[in-house]
């Protein structure tokens, strides 16, 4: 039995401990946990999720001496959540329709055969899309990130979950995805993340890097853009969008079968903006003065390096048309003004992986890792949270 199963906090030098909120994260040393790449688990980050995620999370802290080590972010996912891209029993569908051959056996060994048995699951890592991990300062070891798990596999168990999730582990992350297999978690691939070096010569640089068949590709689908009359630009995120925003938003989600609102999308993009400020962009496209679609950027200055990610976007389907949006508002304009901000790296995050490889990114195969739990007896019922359900 893990030493972490009982309710309170263990005690003494080398202690698992739960901040109670996101707020609570700087002071109790979470930033010294923190990468380059980290920008998802950053406590700024982690508040916009404590409002919009719609369910319970959970900040743990691995301590040695007094000091943080590590820290491991969970989020409770029941059937009332909708953040599906990152939900066990929707991955595993997903993996199935794709006919993943590793998704047979995890549906067969871990999901009884039905992917709602994954339900309810505690979600760890984060449950951002892509490079879902543990946290670890240089001096952690595997003994520490054990105990973290300890901590969240007795949660789980007391909570009732059905499983323990990490929705998006990249396979590069040795340390982790050899520490989970160690301990009996099964896996299959959930999707590839992608990210782009940005060329300090902005768009045209990355243009004159394209082979000439891409390249005159890319000329014409501006040059129709312009025809059009459509204009994209960068520029903050303010609360005079986020209804036409939300629309957008909206349309895109419902388009992949996510429950989506315009209200409900409006209201999460306005708290984006008020806790993120100017750390929050959005690249938008405006036809004769209408916005027909956009996307939102989130900027990282974390270790000195400035770096960009590629967080939502949405559009105007009817008046979209067949214009050549998508990439001219997620990378072609986005790149001009990360190059001018001296940002090193577009995160592209997951999905259509091979238009990103094409357009130049770099690609990783990311995993969902999957435990069943065996349930504690007389275990609590699910964490409650009054939060709206949002993604």
């Known amino acids: 039995m893990s030493p972490y199963t009982e309710g309170p906090d263990a005690q003494g030098p080398d202690a698992v401990r739960a901040v109670a909120d996101a707020a609570g994260l700087e002071a109790a040393g979470w930033n010294s946990l923190l990468g380059a790449e980290d920008f998802f688990q950053t406590p700024r980050w982690l508040a916009v999720q404590e409002v919009n995620s719609g369910t319970a999370m959970d900040f743990l802290l691995r301590e040695r001496a007094g000091a943080p080590v590590a820290g491991l972010v969970t989020a409770w996912a029941d059937t009332s959540v909708a953040w599906l891209l990152a939900r066990p029993d929707a991955m595993l569908r997903r993996a199935l329709e794709q006919e993943v051959p590793e998704a047979a056996g995890v549906l067969r060994d871990v999901a009884g055969g039905d992917p709602d048995r994954l339900l309810p699951s505690l979600v760890c890592g984060g449950r951002h899309l892509g490079r879902t991990r543990t946290l670890a300062s240089p001096d952690a070891t595997a ?222 195969e990311q995993r969902s890792y999957l435990l069943p739990v065996h349930r504690t007896e007389g275990a609590a019922d699910a964490p409650s949270d009054d939060r709206e359900t949002t993604t």
């Open 143 to 364: 003994d520490d990130l054990s105990a973290l798990l300890d901590r969240a596999e007795a949660m789980a168990a007391d909570r009732g979950a059905a499983t323990v999730c990490f929705p998006h582990v990249d396979v590069r992350d040795t340390s982790l995805t050899g520490l989970l297999e160690s301990r009996g978690y099964r896996h299959h691939p959930s999707d590839h993340y992608a990210w782009l070096d940005i060329p300090s010569g902005g768009f045209e640089q990355f243009v004159e890097e394209m082979s000439a068949h891409r390249r005159r590709r890319v000329r014409l689908e501006r040059r129709a853009l312009a025809e059009a009359g459509v204009e994209v630009n960068v520029e903050p995120l303010t609360q005079a969008l986020c209804p036409r925003l939300g629309e957008l938003d909206a349309n895109l989600l419902r388009k992949y079968g996510n429950p989506a609102s315009d209200e409900g999308s409006a209201r999460m993009i306005g708290r984006i903006a008020e806790i993120m400020g100017d750390d929050v962009l959005v690249s938008v496209a405006r036809q004769h003065g209408s916005i027909i679609g956009f996307g939102m950027v989130l900027r990282s200055r974390a270790r000195g390096e400035e770096q960009w990610y590629g967080h939502r976007a949405g559009f105007d389907y009817e008046a979209q048309g067949k214009l050549p949006l998508y990439y001219d508002v997620l990378y072609y304009q986005v790149l001009d003004a990360a190059a001018k901000e001296g940002a090193t790296v577009l995160h592209a995050g997951i999905g259509s992986v091979k238009a990103k490889l094409a357009r130049g990114c770099q690609a990783s």
